[in-house]
């Protein structure tokens, strides 16, 4: 009779993040519950907690829920100690409802989820240049919205304000209107309301001048960000430095992580959805994936429908065909993704012939 040595039983690992403290869970190949923990949500307790882990055995993966979120950090350590990192979903309300919620339920939901493959998603690895142009993209977006804001309550309070007032700025145009306001005097007595009218209108006219140049100082150091990163990108027709930084932001430091263009059309919200019913034959838009990535595409459909003599071309030919506009930036919006994907992923780009739009229907 002979004996087989093993450095440990085979062991997946799965975590529930939250702000302050992360519960973890373990379970051996079978799916049999060993142990659960709580850790703070610190360095050491990032480290605490994957020595724990080990100590039951190997660690073959970990499923961590919120890999974008409160357990970015986690899956950072996690993957530079060596372990693969699964992006696990919560349970959905039907499982909650059934078995219960709690921490230690749901660290373990985590791990069986990454034990029986249903959870298969790499995280983004959030450690480069990619995740730069996430994080400033942020404090720019947050500003044009502010910026908007104050130009729609500018606009709000012309409409009400006095007539002396509003005839004196009725013909000018947007940067002549801020310029204007920027310079009002409203005088030292606020209880006339034209005079507190005017200083209302020139600290919103001075917001937008200062929201103004924020935007600008965050593209000039966004731009060379997006360059480094993705240069084929914006060699792309109808891609800019706005569009090429959210496609980079949506498909992470690691585009590598989707396993082909159709994963990506995925991500994007642009894979055809089948709509067939009977004799009834054909596809719908995705409404699902990452809005903002779809809206990106959307943005560069329509600039090459405007201004690219291929894409104006194909536009005729499939009206022509009877498709409506709807379907035809459907399949438009699909091959701008293969594209895309090709340029994330730096696979060779080979010369693209108005023939190959095709496919993309």
Known sequence: MTSMTHDGPQITGGVDTHGLTHHAAVIDTVGRHLADREFPATIRGYRDLLDWMRSHGELVAAGVEGTGAYGAELARVLTAAGVTVIDVDRPDRKTRRMKGKSDPIDAYAA?????????????????GVVEAVRVLRIARRSAIKARTQAMNQIRGLLVSAPAMLREQLADLDRAALIRTLARLRPGDDLSHPLAATRASLRRLARRHQALDEEITELDCEIGPLVKQAAPALLELFGVGPETAGQLLASAGDNPERMCSEAAFAHLAGVAPIPASSGRT?????????????????????????????????????????????????????????????????????????????????
């Open 111 to 127: 791990a069986t989820a990454v034990l029986s493959g249903r959870a298969t998603g790499i995280p983004k690895s959030r450690d």
């Open 281 to 361: 034959h054909r596809h719908r838009l995705n409404r699902g994936g990452d809005r903002a990535a779809n809206n990106a595409l959307h943005t560069i459909v329509l600039t090459r429908m405007r201004f690219d003599e291929r894409t104006r071309t194909y536009v005729e030919r499939r009206t022509k065909e009877g498709l409506n506009k709807k379907d035809i930036m459907r399949c438009l919006k699909r091959f701008v993704a293969r594209e895309v994907y090709r340029a994330l992923t730096s696979t060779p780009t080979r010369q693209i012939n108005q023939t190959d739009l095709a496919p993309a229907a």
